[in-house]
């Protein structure tokens, strides 16, 4: 191979793998507390649909399958998916439009992470109210990629700027290390919680979350989980509030090239705490909508568990 064809091989290569890094989500520590704080709040019809509908290996749990998007998207099988982890807005506008703003790269309507939201939500529902015999969509794939696009939305940096990549493309320094600044939000700054006040323990990080949830959030959590006009599903409150909190907190003082430390970690950490009890309860919410007296309870006995078509 000649040297030029080489680099050309491996610049491929590198843009492959941002492509990758530019789709996922929270990290896999995000997705979990956001699903973990879901399953406290599905209502006993919900839970008994969600864990119909899980796969085996979930083990009932669905927290167990939140980063499966992520972890499968970035399979060949499924890179029409890529798009749908997030939506960007033009350079500098802090503001989100759905007509303007929800395509893929090349422009087809829908394919952005609020389009996804409302699609797996479409076809739950129409399966909890329709006859189950015309048969499909894949609901295990349906519940899986809601519960992780509901997280994903309220991640910050899933709402950005289109020219950086919702931050994919401004690299700068996390404390010491080399990183870019979607990767701080979607894990460094939880990792690094994690690390220095929750001893390395998610479970203990999520029962803070959960006590701040019946403590020092209890007035906010009822609009929280509220959809304007009794709607199933609202994305798009949660992708404005996202874009308005990547202006104000994510971008402000990280420009290419800057060390992010104590200053920027200490003020945002509440933020994204925020963000993922907000993910949480707004999934659970989302899901108790969807399930409320769904007739694939009655019916799902007769599927394949984990595999069921309607
Ligand atoms: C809707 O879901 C189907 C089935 O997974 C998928 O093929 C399609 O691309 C999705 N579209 C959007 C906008 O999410
Ligand atoms: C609730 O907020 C107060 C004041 O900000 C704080 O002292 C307390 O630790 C918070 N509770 C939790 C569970 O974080
Ligand atoms: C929402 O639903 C509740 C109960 O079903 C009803 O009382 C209320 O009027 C509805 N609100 C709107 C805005 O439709
Ligand atoms: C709990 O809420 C307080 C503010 O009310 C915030 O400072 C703190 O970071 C929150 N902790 C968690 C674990 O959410
Ligand atoms: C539905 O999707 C899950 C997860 O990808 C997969 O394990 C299962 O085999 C699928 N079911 C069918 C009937 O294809
Ligand atoms: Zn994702």
Not at 3 to 16: P, R, T, Y
Not at 25 to 48: P, R, T
Not at 208 to 229: F, H, P, Q, Y
């Amino acid at each position: 191979m000649g040297s030029s064809k080489l680099l050309c091989v491996i610049g491929v290569a590198i843009i492959f793998l941002q492509l990758i890094s530019g789709t996922s989500g929270w990290g896999q520590h995000g997705h979990y507390a956001i699903c973990k704080i879901a399953e406290g709040y599905l209502s006993k019809d919900a839970l008994d649909v969600v864990k119909k509908l899980l796969s085996e290996s979930a083990q009932g749990e669905l927290a167990a399958v939140c980063s499966w998007a992520d972890l499968f998207a970035v399979r060949s099988h499924y890179y029409w998916s890529r798009a749908l982890h997030f939506v960007d807005t033009p350079d500098f506008r802090c503001n989100y439009d759905y007509t303007r703003d929800c395509h893929d790269s090349s422009g087809r309507k829908n394919r952005c992470v609020t389009g996804a939201i409302y699609n797996y939500t479409l076809q739950l529902t129409s399966a909890c109210h329709n006859s189950v015999s015309e048969s499909r969509y894949n609901l295990t794939e349906a519940l899986m990629f809601l519960s992780h696009f509901v997280g994903d939305v309220h991640q910050p940096l899933h709402c950005g700027f289109l020219g950086d990549l919702g931050g994919n493309r401004i690299q700068l320094h996390w404390y010491r290390r080399k990183a870019n600044l979607h990767h701080v939000w979607d894990t460094e700054i939880i990792d690094t919680a994690l690390k220095n006040f929750y001893g390395s323990d998610l479970s203990i990080m999520i029962e803070a979350l959960r006590k701040n949830i019946t403590e020092n959030w209890s007035n906010d959590v009822e609009s929280w989980e509220e959809c304007e006009g009794n709607r199933t599903v609202c994305p798009n409150p949660y992708a404005s509030e996202s874009v308005s909190l990547a202006c104000k907190y994510a971008y402000k003082n990280a420009t290419p090239g800057s060390v992010l430390g104590d200053d920027y970690f200490l003020s945002r950490l509440p933020i994204v705490q925020r963000r993922l009890a907000q993910g949480g309860l707004r999934l659970a919410a989302t899901l108790n909508r969807i399930f409320d007296s769904c007739g694939l309870i009655s019916n799902m006995g007769r599927g394949v568990h984990g595999a069921y078509y309607a």
